[in-house]
């Protein structure tokens, strides 16, 4: 039975999709499960970010452009971080994009809000290879996959949800669930698991860069040498320099938080921890 519920505009979901998300101190969270994709019901009642049930159902329709970059990561695992690198390799300047990574995040936007976006788009999604749109595939378009420790992401994506979802478990319970079900879009081992059956099946002739969230950190320059040379670009080493110092996590932070159109963004403020 489907039901609808509003908050400004209509919201439509089918009943038979909702549950409640049980942890081990005695709290709950009412969530969603969409194509085992899974939400709060607050976040998508809300409207936190726009068309999320349309976005994600038809995001297998998406069109693609022949020079899109697709940055794919689990959540809390760096997908702002290598959208701002990539973003200043691509136009040659330092200067931070003002927009959070969700204005990219197909998800979460609709296909006319992205195709406004100007070439070359750094589109970004946390879903799983079988939801990305098959034009991915088609055209081998280029995609940068981010790995990141579950350890680091459990600590990370635990505040994330106290913050910005509204959880209200205890870090020890959240732990317990997120080592065996979904907590916020799906379950890391599953995710995980689906991502490296991906890069040797429908992936395999599709031109993707893996990276590592700890690489990172220790070997900025480096890596994003790499980004560099995998989206065919050239720069000398005194402007990677100049990046490497712009997108360090402190750096990036604060700059984030002060552009006007998001130091009053609460999601945002949820997205910047301590990078650690």
């Given at each position: 039975m489907?039901?609808?519920?509003?908050?400004g505009?209509?919201v439509?979901?089918?009943?038979?999709?909702?549950?409640?998300?049980?942890?081990?101190?005695?709290?709950?969270?009412?969530?969603?499960?969409i194509d085992?994709?899974?939400f709060?019901?607050?976040?998508?009642?809300?409207?936190k970010?726009p068309?999320?049930?349309p976005?994600?159902?038809?995001?297998h329709?998406?069109?693609?452009?022949?020079d899109d970059?697709?940055?794919?990561?689990?959540?809390?695992?760096g997908?702002?971080w290598?959208s701002?690198?990539?973003?200043m390799?691509?136009?040659?300047?330092?200067?931070?994009d003002?927009?959070g990574?969700?204005?990219y995040m197909?998800?979460f936007?609709?296909?006319?809000?992205?195709?406004?976006?100007?070439?070359?788009r750094?589109?970004?999604?946390?879903?799983l290879?079988?939801q990305?749109?098959?034009?991915i595939q088609q055209?081998?378009?280029?995609?940068?996959?981010?790995?990141?420790?579950?350890?680091?992401?459990?600590?990370s994506?635990?505040?994330?949800?106290?913050?910005?979802?509204?959880?209200?478990?205890s870090?020890?319970?959240?732990?317990?669930?997120?080592?065996?079900?979904?907590?916020?879009?799906?379950n890391?081992?599953?995710?995980t698991?689906?991502?490296e059956?991906?890069?040797?099946?429908?992936?395999?002739?599709?031109?993707?860069?893996?990276?590592?969230y700890e690489d990172?950190?220790?070997?900025?320059?480096?890596?994003?040498?790499k980004?560099?040379?995998?989206?065919?670009?050239e720069?000398d080493e005194?402007?990677l320099?100049k990046?490497?110092?712009?997108?360090?996590?402190?750096n990036?932070k604060d700059?984030?938080l002060?552009?006007?159109?998001?130091?009053?963004d609460h999601?945002?403020?949820?997205m910047?921890r301590k990078?650690?």
């Open positions: 489907e039901s609808t519920a509003s908050s505009d209509e439509t979901y089918d009943e038979k999709d909702v549950y409640e998300l049980r942890f081990p101190d005695g709290t709950s969270k009412s969530m969603i499960s085992d994709t899974h709060s019901m607050d976040f998508l009642l809300e409207r970010t068309n999320l049930i976005a994600l159902t038809n995001a329709k998406f069109r693609c452009r022949d970059i697709f940055i794919c990561a689990f959540m809390k695992a997908t702002h290598v701002e690198i990539c973003k390799l691509l136009s040659e300047t330092t200067k931070y003002p927009n990574k969700e204005r197909l998800e936007q609709t296909p006319d809000h992205l195709d406004t976006i100007s070439s070359p750094v589109l970004n999604s946390h879903l290879p079988r990305l749109p098959t034009c055209k081998k378009t280029k995609v940068i996959f981010i790995h990141r420790n579950p350890k680091d992401i459990a600590v994506s635990y505040h994330h949800v106290i913050k910005l979802h509204d959880y209200a478990c870090f020890p319970a959240y732990l317990e669930v997120f080592r065996k079900q979904a907590t916020l879009f799906h890391w081992f599953d995710y698991i689906a991502w059956e991906a890069f040797s099946s429908q992936y395999k002739d599709t031109p993707i860069l893996q990276l590592s990172i950190k220790r070997e900025g320059i480096a890596n994003i040498r980004i560099a040379d995998f989206l065919e670009l720069h005194d402007f320099f990046v490497n110092a712009r997108c360090g996590f402190d990036m700059a984030k002060t552009l006007a159109e998001v130091k009053k999601i945002q403020k949820a910047y990078g650690g």
